[in-house]
């Protein structure tokens, strides 16, 4: 499964975007869809995670102001980002997981908030 990312951009702080992450493949049978940051100097974290079951993860700096989603008609996932913060800036990144040893990176998107 291929994954490509889309969204990204230069937003104000308190402005919104949403990232696209289309894959070649179905979702429906992914046991976790989710969205990664990665910011210079720091460790990829999670941000937000959706399991097959329903359930959803947020990281407590988004809670409140992210939200995941995905369309498994159209293999697509996505991250609706509003009340932007300078804070939020970096490189995001979707994963697909569909089971314990197999999992899918997509190519990243640049999201840049300007106080």
């Known amino acids: 499964v291929q994954l490509q990312a889309s969204g990204g951009g230069l937003v104000q702080a308190g402005g919104s975007l949403r990232l696209s992450c289309a894959a070649s493949?179905?979702?429906?049978?992914?046991?976790?869809t989710g969205w990664y940051r990665q910011t210079p100097g720091k460790q990829r974290e999670l941000v937000a995670s959706?399991?097959?079951?329903?359930?959803?993860n947020y990281a407590e700096s988004v809670q409140g102001r992210f939200t995941i989603s995905r369309d498994t008609a159209k293999n697509t996932v996505y991250l609706q980002m509003n009340s932007l913060k300078p804070e939020d800036t970096g490189i995001y990144y979707c994963h697909l997981r569909r089971n314990a040893v197999s999992a899918y990176w997509g190519q990243g998107t640049q999201v840049t908030v300007s106080s």
């Open positions: 959706f399991t097959k079951d329903g359930t959803t």
């Open positions: 493949g179905s979702i429906f049978s992914m046991i976790v």
